[in-house]
């Protein structure tokens, strides 16, 4: 009697598996024309200032949040997407008298100070007027005198962060074809594990998570949208992730998006030999202080 004739021993390979080395490599996404190719290695930041990167870009404030951690990745993949993201968001104050409003846009501040007698349509005129008194490129605001949408052109940058109790932020950026763009960058380089997004909304966070969870990928991101802490709320992009049962995207809501603590969370734990940790109860360097209440965690635990 042979082997055979007991048991049938099925060989296969995973060839699309990331290399030993590939592990501790994360592909960080976004669009920019520094380079013609769909990806590049980089140990640096200096190296990607040195390719025309600017300083204050969302692209290197993605990177400096993962190799701001202790152990830090040897290496990340930048991959260039040709989809243009077309930013996105859209403001809505809640009327509280004399109080000011703060808005940040790309890290510059946008004030408004209420008067005694405060309505939302003179908060969104205010904000309105504040931040394009900024004057930053590219930036436009549409006052609807219930909210206020503030947009970017075709491939700009834009983040913005307010204060949750008196304005509700949602990052309303559509899918460009992220999808599209991860493959093709996939063509020329698949030796990662975790990827990581510049442009974060609901859209382009769904579109991804449902083509990582075919893979041996995972997708470490991070959303500000604050109807993730509305416990009623069953169409934003936390309940879409939980719902969905995906098991390799992981989502961190933090209040500045454009920290990328996600990502940071990500640059800390690669450096670590698979298996050998876990992913809970670790502190973000760099990520600053996100103040929720008992209710709110509760929201996004459930």
Not at 18 to 26: D, E, H, I, L, W
Request: proline share 4%; glycine share 6%.
């Amino acid at each position: 009697m042979s082997l055979t004739d007991i048991v049938t021993v099925n060989i296969t390979t995973q060839t699309t598996a990331p290399t030993r080395v590939g592990f501790g490599t994360p592909l960080l996404m976004g669009y920019h024309t520094n380079f013609p190719e769909r990806a590049r290695v980089y140990q640096t930041i200096q190296a990607m200032l040195d390719d025309g990167f600017a300083a204050d870009s969302l692209m290197v404030a993605l990177a400096t949040s993962i190799l701001s951690q202790s152990p830090k990745v040897g290496q990340f993949i930048v991959g260039r997407m040709e989809n243009q993201p077309v930013p996105s968001f859209k403001l809505t104050p809640v009327a509280v008298n004399s109080t000011a409003y703060n808005v940040y846009v790309n890290g510059e501040l946008a004030t408004y100070t209420s008067d005694a007698s405060a309505t939302v349509a003179e908060i969104t005129a205010g904000l309105k007027a504040a931040i394009d008194l900024l004057a930053i490129a590219g930036v436009t605001t549409v006052d609807n005198t219930t909210d206020l949408d503030v947009d970017a052109t075709a491939g700009t940058d834009l983040s913005i962060a307010c204060e949750r109790s008196l304005i509700t932020r949602a990052d309303n950026t559509p899918d460009p074809g992220i999808v599209a763009d991860l493959t093709a960058v996939q063509n020329v380089n698949d030796d990662w594990y975790t990827v990581h997004v510049v442009n974060n909304s609901s859209a382009i966070i769904q579109a991804l998570a449902a083509n990582i969870e075919t893979q041996r990928k995972m997708f470490i991101t991070e959303n500000s949208d604050d109807a993730i802490l509305d416990a009623l709320s069953t169409t934003d992009v936390a309940y879409m992730l939980s719902n969905a049962n995906y098991a390799r995207t992981s989502l961190m809501f933090h209040t500045k998006q454009h920290e990328y603590g996600g990502a940071g969370w990500a640059g800390g734990v690669l450096p670590q030999d698979p298996g050998s940790l876990t992913w809970k109860f670790k502190t973000v360097a760099g990520l600053s202080t996100d103040t929720l209440t008992a209710t709110e965690v509760t929201n996004i635990e459930n």
